[in-house]
Each structure stands twice: as C-alpha cells, then as structure tokens.
DNA sequence: CTAATAGTGTCTATTAGACAGTATGTT
DNA sequence: AACATACTGTCTAATAGACACTATTAG
C-alpha cells in the first residue's frame, strides 16, 4: 500500500472504482386514511388506512402496482430524493417523512444490484385536491391477522385487489432475530410487501409515544374523528373515556363544531404541541 | 421510450448505467457493557455502556478512531456485509445485529459519494477471549445530558479521550421532524457521532420493549448485574422491587449461586425466552 | 461485628379498563 | 320520539414508585 503524506495527496490519487458500485432508489411508502361513505345518514364513516400505489408503465414489472419511488441521483443527499419523487406523485411539498428500512438483498431487482432505502410518508388525504398523479392510485389496506406468523395483507383500490403473506421467521439463536419472507406475492413489484408491513408496524408503534398520528390529520378535527384514526392503526376499538385520556394533553379544544351529522354536534380540536 | 415485448427482451437492452451508480459502505456500532474494577474489595464494579472503534491506517481520516465498517460488495447481501466485518474485528460469528440508520449526506465521505447503512450490534465482552483485532479498542461512553438541544458524548480507552456534541434540530412545521447536527467534532472520522447517539438511543428505547438486553449478558447472571446493566443503558438507579417486578417473566432462576464477592451471595439467572 | 449487597413485604400513588349514565344534535 | 354519537363520572383492577425491613456472606 501507499504511503501518503497527506489527505489531499491521498484523494487526488484515489481510485473511486476499487470496490464495484451500485444503484440506490428509494421507495416511498404514503398512507393516510380513508373514509368510505356510509349508507345510514346518521353513521360516521367507516375509516380504513391506505397506501398510495403507482401502476408500471414500463419492465420491469410492468402493469403491476408497486409503491412510488426512484433512483437517488448521484449529487443528490438521500433525504431529498424521496421528498423529490412526493412532489412528483402528489404535488405536494413539506410533507412527513420519515426513513423506514434499507433493504439490500443482492436479487431484489432484476436489473442489476440494486439497494433500497424505503421511507414512511403520512398526510392528511385531504391536501390533495386532484392534484395526484395520473397513474397513481389509493389503495385501502386490510390486514389479517397473523395465524403461526403468517401476516396476509390485501389492498383494493375499487378496482383491482392485491394480496399478498409475509412470513415472520426466527433467523438464528439470539434474541429478537426476525427476517421477514413474502410467501405468496405475484400482485405487487419488487420487495414492497415488505415495505409495507414494516411501515405499517412503525406507525403503529410510534402512535404512543409520538406526536406523528396529527400528520394525518387535518388542522381541525374531532375526538370521534380521531379516536377512529387510532382504532384503523391499532386494529382495535378503544373505549371513549380512555381514549379521552391519553390524548387530552395532545389536543386543544377550539370554539369551533361540528354539525350536520345526523346526531350530537361535537367540539372540533386541534393539534397542540 | 422503446417498446418491448417482455420482461426478458427489457432486460438483455437494458443500460444499467442510466443513473451514475455510488458506493455503499456499512458502518458497525459495536455495543458491548465494561466493568472497571472497584478499589473497595466489598463494592460491585462499576459499569459502564462501551462501543468498539478501530484507528483508521489509511487515508481520508488516517490515524483518527472510527467505527469498524468498510464497502458492501457487489453481489452481497446488504445483511451479510457487517456480519463480515464483524467476523474480522471481533473473530465472532453469530452476533446480534440490527440495522440502524442509513446516512446519505453526497458530502460525508471526502473520497466520492458514499452512503453507508449503519448497524447495531451488541455482545458480551467475556466472549471475546483476546480475538479483538489489533487496530480495535474498547472505548467507555458517557453521556453528558442535553441542555437545550445538545448532547456531548465522551469516549475513553484509558489513552485516548474523544469528545464530540450533537445538536437536535427542529427541520419544520410538521410533528416529529428532528435532524441531527454534528456541531463539534475533531476526534472522530466521518457523521459516526450520528451512528453512535442513533444507537445509543435506539438501545435505549428497545430496552423497555424487547429482550434485546440479554444478547450483551453471559449466560449465566445475578439480578444486581443484570440491574447495573439496565440501569446505565438508561442513565438511571432503578429500585431493586422494581426492577425485579419488570424482569420476572425474562428469567429463569438456576441452582447456582456466585459466590466470594464480600458480601451476601446471589442466585445466578438464564435468560428466558 | 461491620460493610455491602441480596432479596422481600407492603403501603401508596398513579394509570388503565370497564361500565353506565347524561347531553344534544338530525330526521 | 328515536337514533346515533358526544361527553363525563366513577368504580375497579393493574401497575409503578417508594420505603423499610430481613438475610447472608467475607473479612
């Protein structure tokens, strides 16, 4: 090896090739809530999270729904690439982001070698006003529960249904040691499941010991409303006075209600940091 | 855009060279617990949470610590990279490990863009018996706590001493948007204070919620060791009911006793899964 | 005996879970 | 009036925090 006398000396002989280099992207995994129409007048909607997809319009995986994203360009800092490809598919900046998992297995991508950071979007559905992408599209999420850690997700955008299992397995000996398997996936491209359902847990646990749930929700909003988005993300009803509790110190009460909903008006509230 | 027929015909045209590719590097936060002897043949030893550096031989940074970590290859699972390093520093296989963060500034590295995926390992230091690398030395922590914002993280191998700050810094309007700053930092190479406050803090939170503590315990431990251990991950004295109340249903009480220790002996304990 | 840690019992304070009740709009 | 949700009071169960006490070894 080399002896150099200096750090300046060392890079301008530097060969950047030594070691053969790689493609990075970025996958972007945006959720938000749905709220699908009831039919009884007086019924609050039924909610549901959802993920934004994008349909391919090119190999690999052409035709199928894959999650938004893209390759991280070369002077660009990894952080700004997904924000760049948000902006692109929603149109929307400033908009929560926050990075989930890099996922490296050498075959992930037909291509070539092909490593991807994959980061969690949420946001208030009711920003965009058609301002979305023409390909892209909001699927709701329905999850099953995991029999002998098996965990089957399906997506439904009202048109096309995409489901898929991942498998928890026990890699090796020491404690907490999982590495998750798609068993069964031939309706979403690449490596997504995974993606999903690790952004899916996230969130899930970062409901209670963060702020990160008022991403999803509008400048104003109800308890009843609220309470709904925690029950969608934790999959279970939680009892009012309880509820009430946790969130009390999270939210201030504004003079403003809402109306018109067939029952009780109740006091709209806003996020209080 | 040409038209293709099949994925097959997509892929033999393909130019993997449309993006300018990067390189990938892996950095390894090695986490293991000191003790350092105390003068009073009575007292337990003190503990203290300690990281694995190694002194960089070679330019950029040449003859600063850093974490142990070097380039993912080509055709290697992003996985198995750290696994590979550690293998090197340490002579150790199975090694817990878990993926931290991935650091994706264009100006981190000096010699070309690199970004690099950082993991956390824990392990019990008695299992090294002298197979630690030459170039690699065990650093203590201490964590100065933060006053607005900034914490200051000292290391010390008995001859060096490094000492670096971090700030936290509120990006923008929406919840839980932090980053973290280097703000002073001459002793130790690369954005690795960054890797090291991550980890130190994602230990930190995975303590209440995982069994991950025990992969830095030997097999066989007394309740007051396994206390030390929690209590200087968490900067804090537990209360010994406490404590014992949260552990319960981790641990399996053995036969053995240790003994010789100055004072009343203690019941040894396994980890229970 | 003393110093030091091991280990336990118990009281209290806080938090979580459950249920029942009252309140108030729309149709 | 009936329905549906808004919102609150209160009891109970479970958990966390605190303190005091006993136990047991080496020296």
Redesign the pocket.
């Known amino acids: 090896m080399k002896e150099y006398k200096s750090e300046e000396e060392f890079l301008k002989d530097y060969n950047p090739d030594e070691f053969k280099k790689l493609s990075l992207t970025t996958d972007i995994l945006v959720l938000s809530v749905s709220s699908t129409d009831?039919s009884?007048?007086?019924?609050?909607d039924e909610k549901s999270m959802s993920v934004l997809l994008v349909k391919r319009d090119n190999y690999p995986f052409k035709d199928m729904w894959c999650l938004p994203g893209g390759f991280v360009m070369y002077d660009e800092d990894l952080d700004e690439a997904p924000k760049r490809i948000l902006k692109r598919e929603t149109n929307l900046d400033n908009i929560y982001l926050e990075q989930l998992y890099t996922f490296g297995n050498p075959n992930r991508d037909p291509r070539m070698r092909i490593v991807s950071t994959s980061y969690m979007s949420l946001i208030d559905k009711n920003k965009l006003n058609e301002n979305l992408n023409k390909n892209a599209s909001w699927f709701d999420i329905t999850l099953y529960e995991e029999k002998n850690n098996l965990v089957t997700i399906c997506l439904d955008n009202g048109v096309d249904t995409l489901k898929f299992s991942i498998k928890k397995v026990l890699r090796e000996e020491t404690t907490d040691r999982y590495s998750f398997e798609v068993v069964d996936n031939k309706s979403i491209a690449f490596d997504h499941p995974l993606v999903i359902l690790a952004g899916l847990e996230r969130l899930r646990n970062k409901l209670e010991y963060t702020d990160i749930v008022f991403n999803m929700m509008p400048k104003y909003f109800?308890?009843?409303?609220l309470?709904k988005v925690y029950e969608v993300i934790l999959g279970k009803k939680?009892?009012?006075?309880?509820f009430?509790?946790?969130i009390k110190d999270k939210v201030k009460k504004t003079n403003k209600?809402?109306?018109?909903?067939?029952?009780?008006?109740?006091?709209l509230?806003e996020y209080k940091k």
Do not use: C, W
Not at 257 to 267: D, F, I, L, N, Y
């Open positions: 009831s009884n007048y007086r019924k609050t109800t308890l009843g409303e309470q939680l009892l009012d006075p309880a009430r509790r946790i209600m809402k109306t018109g909903e067939g029952h009780r008006p109740s006091v509230f």
